[in-house]
């Protein structure tokens, strides 16, 4: 008997009626599942970090961000992405065994065997390196000590109440790779961008732990949102105002013009209408507001990406 209610082969939390269950061949859809490609908000909120330092580089080298450093980037995010989900739900498999969210992914169901899950991981984190090596070998260097913050996350949740800090650690790294591949060092703007998107995941990836407050609890699971709790909306407020603030030395130190400063503004006017809009109780809006992030960094790359463009010319 099947561990869950869904149907056969289907995922609780998936986006119903994506391409991956209308289109994509039977036999791939649980690994397409485990890669997370029916939810590309995830690849996205690894690539715009990326996207945020390659034109932070552009504004302090007066050139505009090189299209090919953001394609390789993109590539790279879903890439990695998918690696890193796979290897969570490795990792986590029976704890999400627990969680009535996630008790239908491919490994808690029986969809994929751990083994074969773990060959899919290879074969991600293989693509990734390949891209990796199209870089300078400082950013190779820094591009590679990311595993370490990746390789330990899935376990933070069960020993620390914060894991989101981890993740942070994790998720942000595209913040130096941006600097590091223009510049082939880390120089302050950089290290002060990596800070100011630590900041900025705690804050969204707390509200994405309100869908499963809950069944944490139940299951024992640690999360920034069950250690907010009554104080969630404020401990998300303050995560943002500290990624904004940390943000400013680093578009001061690159020297940033207005349309920089307007891409920040932006930036921190849409982080503070999600607080707003937030509510502890509401799973669903909760999960709107996380996917919001996406555009919420668009906004700031825009600006960075214009004044990098126009210091070009």
């Known amino acids: 008997m099947r561990p869950h209610s869904e149907p056969a082969g289907r995922v609780a939390d998936a986006v119903a009626g994506h391409w991956v269950d209308r289109l994509a061949p039977a036999p791939a859809r649980p690994y397409l599942r485990l890669a997370r490609i029916e939810r590309p908000v995830g690849w996205w ?21 090189d299209p090919l450093h953001l394609a390789l980037f993109l590539i790279g995010a879903v890439a990695m ?23 239908s992914r491919p490994l808690p169901s029986g969809q994929v065997s751990a083994r074969a899950a773990a060959v899919f991981l290879v074969a991600q984190a293989l693509v990734g390196l390949a891209v990796l090596l199209q870089f300078n070998g400082t950013a190779i260097v820094v591009g590679v000590l990311s ?10 949740k069960r020993v620390m109440p914060l894991p989101q800090g981890v993740l942070g650690l994790a998720f942000a790294w595209g913040a130096l790779m941006g600097w ?13 961008l990596y800070a100011g998107t630590v ?14 407050i809950e069944d944490d609890a139940i299951a024992g699971i640690k999360s920034s949102a069950r250690l907010f709790a009554g104080r969630l909306t404020q401990a998300v407020g303050l995560c943002y105002a500290l990624a904004a603030a940390l943000m ?29 809009r937030l509510s502890p109780q509401d799973g669903v809006r909760a ?8 555009n919420a960094g668009l906004i700031l790359f825009a600006g960075l990406a214009a004044d990098a463009l126009q210091r070009s010319l």
Do not use: K
């Open 45 to 65: 909120l690894l690539l715009l970090p990326c996207w945020w330092s390659a034109a932070l580089a552009g504004i302090a080298g007066a050139r505009p961000p």
């Open 81 to 103: 992405r998918g690696a890193g989900s796979t290897y969570n739900d490795i990792a986590d498999r029976d704890l999400d065994a627990q969680v009535e969210r996630t008790r």
């Open 147 to 156: 595993l370490a913050p990746v390789a330990i996350y899935p376990f933070m």
């Open 180 to 192: 590091v591949a223009v510049f082939g060092r880390l120089d302050a703007p950089a290290l002060w």
């Open 199 to 212: 900041a900025w995941i705690v804050g969204y990836d707390t509200i994405y732990a309100v869908q499963d």
């Open 248 to 276: 400013v030395p680093a578009l001061w130190g690159a020297g940033a013009g207005l349309l920089g400063w307007l891409g920040l503004a932006g930036f921190s006017a849409h982080l503070a209408w999600q607080v707003a």
């Open 287 to 294: 999960l709107g507001l996380f996917r919001s992030n996406r």
